[in-house]
């Protein structure tokens, strides 16, 4: 199934085992009131957090968007520290100062999620000019909506990443919606991929709810950015069955028809019957992945809940690097 061993089939599986749950189990947080501010989650696209981060290595680093639960964990922050860290504690992997939107965890790669939309697309690419510079083969990775590509940042971002074959992989995780602006409303061009032509990169639009699919197309524009062919755009058709934020009225701007038809279309629930039917696991080891996450997450909202709040003593620590 290809080309992926046993093993690496169920490490996939059970990535997106570990954010669907972790979401799950947050949304159930948010109405017992655990989460302070917004929370947007990541549920229903994480066939392409899995299926990317799967060829990054620990120095590779990854920026995101307001919805990077799911790149955080795939990049390996902890379910311990990521639930913390969106209940506002001190265990959380920014000790509490970042919450749902603003992820931070550069131990892990992961270089930081923000609420405003487009500016991880300047940043990543400024990594990718770092990396360049000191002549290592370290990749950027970039995630953001559909929305963001029609922002300033991802036109400015893309040229120049082209004319200096920078290291970054663009992942546009396209879920047919702006927050409730539809994508074919907002945009005069049918797809994003394409627009990686106008300034001389590949670009590639795949089913983002297909692991393998988004599995394959970012091997090769992880290889093509390591060994210095430059960068690629990857435009992945998804789709968020949770409101915008959660809180949020969902039904003015799409159907419950629409929704329920994407739900049919789960990432996970298609994988796994992937794998019954091809053989590639079998019913004992995917329950096995299953139970063994549910643990990993249930513990880590009890240690999150457990956790102390931030000390405003400590306020003014990490705001300025120390020489």
Request: proline share 4%; net charge negative; aromatic share 8%.
């Amino acid at each position: 199934m290809n080309s992926l061993n046993h093993d690496q089939l169920l490490a996939l599986y059970r990535q997106m085992q570990v954010i669907r749950q972790c979401e799950e189990a947050l949304a159930k947080s948010h109405q017992r009131a655990l989460i302070p501010g917004a929370c947007h989650l990541y549920i229903g696209q994480e066939a392409v957090a899995a299926g990317v981060c799967a060829h990054l290595r620990d120095d590779d680093v990854v920026f995101s968007t307001h919805r990077g639960h799911g790149h955080a964990l795939a990049k390996g922050v902890p379910p311990r520290q990521l639930v913390a860290e969106v209940f506002g504690r001190a265990t959380g992997c920014s000790r509490g100062r970042g919450g749902s939107m603003h992820l931070f965890a550069p131990e892990f790669g992961m270089m930081g999620t923000s609420g405003i939309v487009g500016p991880c697309i300047i940043q990543g690419t400024g990594a990718g000019y770092s990396f360049k510079l000191m002549k290592t083969d370290r990749v950027s990775v970039v995630f953001f909506g559909d929305g963001a590509a029609n922002n300033g940042a991802f036109h400015e971002a893309l040229n120049m990443a082209s004319i200096w074959k920078l290291p970054v992989l663009f992942v546009c995780e396209n879920n047919h919606y702006a927050t409730e602006v539809a994508f074919t409303y907002a945009c005069g061009s049918p797809t994003v991929a394409q627009r990686a032509g106008g300034y001389g990169m590949p670009g590639v639009q795949v089913d983002g709810n297909d692991v393998l699919a988004v599995h394959a197309a970012a091997d090769e524009a992880v290889q093509r950015a390591r060994t210095g062919g430059g960068p690629t755009l990857i435009e992945c058709l998804t789709y968020r069955i949770r409101p915008h934020c959660e809180g949020m009225q969902d039904f003015g701007y799409r159907t419950r028809e629409e929704v329920e038809q994407w739900k049919a279309r789960c990432p996970i629930a298609g994988f796994r019957q992937s794998l019954l039917s091809s053989g590639g696991a079998t019913e004992a080891e995917l329950a096995s992945i299953d139970a063994e996450v549910k643990e990993l997450i249930t513990d880590a909202v009890q240690f999150a809940e457990a956790s102390p709040w931030p000390d405003p003593a400590t306020a003014a620590e990490h705001v300025f690097a120390e020489a």
